[in-house]
């Protein structure tokens, strides 16, 4: 299968720490990507992780385990303009695999 | 540098019309590809170009067609379009013929079908 699994919403409060978990399939891993993305717009880059552990990316940390199938991306001190989905994908040999996305609600 | 364009920004048809959609990638890119992005569904992937080659094509009827250029700018046609075809259709562009380089997007072509 190509099952990638992300919540598809979750609230946070401004300066909080919010964790938004991504699943997926272990056969044919290539890494995992974690891309955000504004309404209405295009998704830009926010970590790639091959190896196992924790990257971190000033307010944004990526965490992967491969044995597990299990990414999580961590964003810190949350500010009104982190308001957005964010969506893990999975590169196979001849695409990739994007989850449905997690839409992120901060609240003041 | 420039990024990912796309064009038009918005398009309108009607149902059994058929759509021409534009990209052009970030300069020295050679790899491009298509999503289709709908409400409540993700991006699905539609289309991979590399080096004008289509490399790879996603779960999509054969009415969704499309082509690279010399210039490595692509074009995604949609045929005999259908009132589910109306979505956020995106381009991506890589450096290099690999799903794993990073994917620069474009902002995207709204397509409404009436």
């Known amino acids: 299968g190509q099952n990638i699994d992300q919540p598809t919403e979750m609230t946070a409060t401004e300066g909080a720490i919010v964790q938004i978990n991504c699943t997926y399939q272990t056969s044919g891993f290539n890494g995992l990507f974690w891309y955000q993305q504004h309404a209405g717009e295009a998704p830009t880059f926010l970590s790639y992780n091959v190896l196992d552990g924790l990257e971190e990316k000033g307010r944004f940390s990526s965490f992967l385990s491969r044995s597990k199938g299990y990414s999580y991306l961590l964003l810190k001190e949350l500010q009104m303009k982190d308001s957005a989905s964010y969506l893990c994908?999975?590169?196979?040999?001849?695409?990739?695999?994007f989850g449905k996305g997690t839409r992120l609600h901060i609240l003041p | 540098e420039a990024g990912v364009t796309q064009s038009p920004t918005h398009l309108i048809k009607t149902r059994g019309q058929q759509a021409t959609l534009r990209c052009s990638p970030i300069?020295?890119?050679?790899?491009v590809y298509w999503y289709q992005q709908a409400l409540g569904l993700g991006l699905q992937f539609l289309l991979w170009?590399?080096?004008?080659?289509?490399?790879n094509r996603g779960n999509f009827p054969p009415r969704f067609s499309g082509r690279q250029f010399p210039n490595y700018s692509s074009e995604l046609n949609v045929n005999a379009l259908e009132l589910e075809d109306s979505a956020l259709y995106l381009c991506?562009?890589?450096?290099?013929?690999?799903?794993?380089?990073?994917?620069?997007f474009g902002p995207g072509t709204r397509l409404t079908v009436l």
């Open positions: 994908a999975t590169p196979k040999r001849d695409k990739i695999i």
């Open positions: 300069s020295g890119h050679t790899s």
């Open positions: 991506a562009s890589s450096a290099a013929g690999l799903p794993t380089d990073t994917q620069y």
């Open positions: 170009y590399d080096e004008g080659e289509e490399r």
